[in-house]
């Protein structure tokens, strides 16, 4: 009779829970009996780990072998565990000391000949361990400098499992060839249930993480560069309408280069949600600037929110976190899935339930909305073209709930690039840079203002706050005041317009909003022109 024990971690989510992975030999007929509320993948390690543990040399166990996971009650799915499994079951038949193993915490797959093959959410998985008190952790060699992330915590990669064997036996270690396929990152390309390739995928978007525009190629759009700096600078929702080719795609892809970057501690939030799902960029284990996500509009409610069969995964919303998710052609989406967006834009997380339990994934992200006026695109005062007809118009743009855009705080009309505009020399606007080091000046004035709260921007400090703690100068209110007599606005709409009024004064360097700054917002709030000038005042 033979017990060992080593340790392995669940993914619920993003959180890890660390499983106690037992074995124990007993005389009998020779069986393989895995327990512990593991799903399909997981009960097929039985064969993985047999012929792994065979093809590294050693001998596999001709008893009775059943190997526990603890705590029962928690489900665990994937192949990570296939690990801890096959080193639990060395150890009762004394191939491997216990003792060496109790302490370690082990992830990583088996492939047939005893390879170790990587598996998502190392990173969340090693700081759940880290969190239990664990110090010691075996993955995959590929995956070493996730690991490695998390700080206080030993990591040993590994490319065999005979590696292994022979590091916690003491023997010499053999020298093991690189993956034949010669890949850095075996996941890439890996297929997300109702989601396509990681790379261009159809339906959901994958993120991207190198944002090579600069926003001085946008041509004139002075009203809708203030909007997207604006957005930068309070993290505050944006929809774009305009003809097509007036510039709403270029506008949402140089938003993310202004945005600042991630700190510590948000760039370990991002890596672990695309680490999740199997999402992170070859060679670059952290990721340390804002993703940018763009879903096509076929992209389901799944694919948008999360979910998937089986286990749940994350949406665009959660690999948009502390980035930009930019809707494209928003009234093609569906109304479920637009309708769906409501509760992460208000909470910063996604809730997914399923029979097998809760998931919750982050989502406090910055949203961008773009729209055609029209089906055609060329419905406007100025055009003539559109044969659009007035039900079809209104059918169009009703597809764009009122809850959901009375969530968002800016509206902007982009109007058509003129030809004057278009090959007027020396006329670009302010490059990336410029308007990046003022975004970043702005947000340090309200974080300097929001210390000691558990808020970090303009968008998400509560109304009610707004009106009690932080008053705006006297009179600025009125003419948003006399908005929301009159029905134009509605209070959370009130509210929403003082938060970007507090951020107009941050980019201009005031220490509260004045009437012009309330003004700006109200007109960027409805869309509504109100004479006011659309840049960014300098300090009073």
Same mark, same amino acid.
């Given at each position: 009779?033979?017990?060992?024990?080593?340790?392995?971690?669940?993914?619920?989510? +993003?959180?890890?829970?660390?499983?106690?992975?037992? %074995?124990? $030999?007993? =005389? !009998? @007929?020779?069986?393989?009996?895995?327990?512990? /509320?593991?799903?399909?993948?997981?009960?097929?390690?039985?064969?993985?780990?047999?012929?792994?543990?065979?093809?590294?040399?050693?001998?596999?166990?001709?008893?009775?072998?059943?190997?526990?996971?603890?705590?029962?009650?928690?489900?665990?799915?994937?192949?990570?565990?296939?690990?801890?499994?096959?080193?639990?079951?060395?150890?009762?038949?004394?191939?491997?000391?216990?003792?060496?193993?109790?302490?370690?915490?082990?992830?990583?797959?088996?492939?047939?000949?005893?390879?170790?093959?990587?598996?998502?959410?190392?990173?969340?998985?090693?700081?759940?361990?880290?969190?239990?008190?664990?110090?010691?952790? +075996?993955?995959?060699?590929?995956?070493?400098?996730? %690991?490695? $992330?998390? =700080? !206080? @915590?030993?990591?040993?990669?590994?490319?065999? /499992?005979?590696?292994?064997?022979?590091?916690?036996?003491?023997?010499?270690?053999?020298?093991?060839?690189?993956?034949?396929?010669?890949?850095?990152?075996?996941?890439?390309?890996?297929?997300?249930?109702?989601?396509?390739?990681?790379?261009?995928?159809?339906?959901?978007?994958?993120?991207?993480?190198?944002?090579?525009?600069?926003?001085?190629?946008?041509?004139?759009?002075?009203?809708?560069?203030?909007?997207?700096?604006?957005?930068?600078?309070?993290?505050?929702?944006?929809?774009?309408?305009?003809?097509?080719?007036?510039?709403?795609?270029?506008?949402?892809?140089?938003?993310?280069?202004?945005?600042?970057?991630?700190?510590?501690?948000?760039?370990?939030?991002?890596?672990?949600?695309?680490?999740?799902?199997?999402?992170?960029?070859?060679?670059?284990?952290?990721?340390?600037?804002?993703?940018?996500?763009?879903?096509?509009?076929?992209?389901?409610?799944?694919?948008?929110?999360?979910?998937?069969?089986?286990?749940?995964?994350?949406?665009?919303?959660?690999?948009?976190?502390?980035?930009?998710?930019?809707?494209?052609?928003?009234?093609?989406?569906?109304?479920?899935?637009?309708?769906?967006?409501?509760?992460?834009?208000?909470?910063?997380?996604?809730?997914?339930?399923?029979?097998?339990?809760?998931?919750?994934?982050?989502?406090?992200?910055?949203?961008?909305?773009?729209?055609?006026?029209?089906?055609?695109?060329?419905?406007?005062?100025?055009?003539?073209?559109?044969?659009?007809?007035?039900?079809?118009?209104?059918?169009?743009?009703?597809?764009?709930?009122?809850?959901?855009?009375?969530?968002?705080?800016?509206?902007?009309?982009?109007?058509?690039?003129?030809?004057?505009?278009?090959?007027?020399?020396?006329?670009?606007?302010?490059?990336?840079?410029?308007?990046?080091?003022?975004?970043?000046?702005?947000?340090?004035?309200?974080?300097?203002?929001?210390?000691?709260?558990?808020?970090?921007?303009?968008?998400?400090?509560?109304?009610?706050?707004?009106?009690?703690?932080?008053?705006?100068?006297?009179?600025?209110?009125?003419?948003?005041?006399?908005?929301?007599?009159?029905?134009?606005?509605?209070?959370?709409?009130?509210?929403?317009?003082?938060?970007?009024?507090?951020?107009?004064?941050?980019?201009?360097?005031?220490?509260?909003?004045?009437?012009?700054?309330?003004?700006?917002?109200?007109?960027?709030?409805?869309?509504?022109?109100?004479?006011?000038?659309?840049?960014?005042?300098?300090?009073?």
């Amino acid at each position: 009779m033979g017990f060992a024990r080593t340790c392995s971690v669940a993914l619920v989510g +993003v959180d890890g829970v660390v499983v106690e992975v037992q %074995a124990d $030999l007993e =005389p !009998g @007929v020779a069986a393989f009996t895995l327990v512990g /509320l593991p799903d399909k993948s997981l009960t097929e390690s039985k064969d993985r780990v047999r012929a792994a543990v065979v093809n590294s040399g050693a001998e596999w166990p001709q008893k009775k072998l059943t190997v526990g996971l603890s705590p029962a009650s928690v489900p665990k799915g994937g192949s990570g565990f296939d690990l801890a499994i096959a080193c639990a079951a060395l150890g009762a038949s004394e191939r491997i000391d216990p003792r060496a193993l109790a302490d370690i915490v082990m992830i990583g797959e088996l492939g047939l000949d005893g390879r170790v093959r990587p598996v998502r959410g190392v990173l969340p998985a090693v700081l759940a361990a880290a969190d239990a008190g664990y110090e010691q952790v +075996v993955v995959p060699e590929c995956a070493a400098a996730e %690991a490695a $992330l998390v =700080p !206080g @915590v030993s990591v040993l990669g590994v490319r065999t /499992l005979r590696q292994l064997v022979a590091v916690l036996t003491d023997e010499p270690v053999p020298d093991e060839d690189p993956d034949e396929q010669g890949r850095t990152d075996p996941l890439a390309g890996l297929r997300m249930p109702g989601t396509g390739t990681a790379t261009g995928m159809h339906g959901m978007g994958a993120a991207q993480y190198d944002h090579g525009h600069d926003l001085a190629d946008v041509v004139g759009q002075l009203a809708a560069r203030t909007a997207v700096e604006v957005a930068a600078a309070g993290g505050h929702h944006l929809f774009l309408e305009g003809p097509p080719g007036a510039g709403k795609t270029m506008l949402a892809e140089r938003l993310p280069a202004i945005l600042p970057p991630l700190g510590r501690g948000e760039s370990l939030e991002v890596t672990a949600v695309h680490s999740v799902a199997g999402l992170l960029p070859p060679g670059k284990p952290l990721v340390d600037v804002a993703p940018y996500c763009a879903p096509h509009h076929s992209a389901t409610m799944q694919a948008l929110v999360g979910g998937g069969q089986g286990v749940a995964r994350p949406g665009a919303v959660s690999l948009a976190h502390r980035g930009v998710l930019f809707l494209d052609e928003t009234p093609e989406f569906s109304s479920h899935a637009l309708d769906a967006l409501r509760q992460p834009l208000e909470s910063g997380h996604v809730v997914i339930a399923r029979s097998a339990g809760v998931v919750r994934f982050p989502a406090r992200f910055l949203m961008v909305l773009a729209a055609n006026p029209c089906p055609c695109g060329r419905f406007s005062q100025r055009d003539t073209l559109c044969e659009c007809s007035p039900a079809a118009i209104r059918r169009y743009q009703g597809r764009l709930s009122g809850p959901l855009l009375d969530r968002v705080d800016l509206r902007v009309e982009v109007d058509r690039v003129t030809r004057s505009q278009l090959t007027q020399r020396g006329a670009r606007g302010e490059s990336t840079a410029t308007v990046a080091d003022r975004v970043r000046e702005a947000r340090e004035r309200a974080a300097a203002r929001l210390t000691d709260t558990p808020w970090r921007t303009n968008s998400e400090v509560p109304g009610r706050e707004l009106r009690s703690r932080w008053y705006a100068s006297p009179g600025a209110m009125d003419d948003a005041e006399r908005s929301l007599e009159r029905g134009a606005l509605t209070a959370r709409g009130l509210d929403r317009v003082l938060r970007v009024a507090w951020t107009v004064a941050d980019l201009a360097g005031r220490d509260r909003p004045e009437a012009a700054d309330v003004t700006l917002a109200l007109q960027l709030r409805t869309g509504v022109p109100r004479g006011v000038p659309m840049a960014i005042g300098a300090p009073s």
